[in-house]
């Protein structure tokens, strides 16, 4: 099994920043990639960034989020985190974390383990 925990969500401007980590405990040697997805209330769990545990493997985003949102990973820790610049209300949802076992972190019916989620909120 594979715990993760995410942490570093909260309520900010538009334009700020914010960073998420997400820490791996357990089993985390199995898993070949994380990522995050975000929620927002009344729509489905959509796919923002991921990476693969590869020390020579690059992010991968999604458009709504490219050139603004940053994922990196420290190997060492076993974290992953999402930095998230110039941020929009459109941002706002539950950002979950995700890992996946043989897979890119794509699909949200296909990652094998899930974290709680952080809330992110983007006042205008």
């Known amino acids: 099994q594979v715990r993760l925990v995410e942490s570093g969500g909260g309520l900010v401007q538009t334009g700020d920043s914010l960073r998420l980590s997400c820490a791996a405990s357990?089993?985390?040697?199995?898993?070949?990639?994380m990522g995050w997805f975000r929620q927002a209330p009344g729509k489905d769990r959509e796919f923002v960034a991921g990476i693969n545990w590869s020390s020579w493997s690059d992010g991968y985003y999604a458009d709504s989020v490219k050139g603004r949102f940053t994922i990196s990973r420290d190997n060492a820790k076993n974290t992953v985190y999402l930095q998230m610049n110039s941020l929009k209300p459109e941002d706002t949802a539950v950002y979950y974390c995700a890992a996946t076992i043989g897979r890119p972190v794509l699909d949200p019916k296909r990652c094998d383990y899930w974290g709680q989620g952080t809330q992110v909120t983007v006042s205008s």
């Open positions: 357990g089993r985390t040697f199995s898993t070949t990639a």
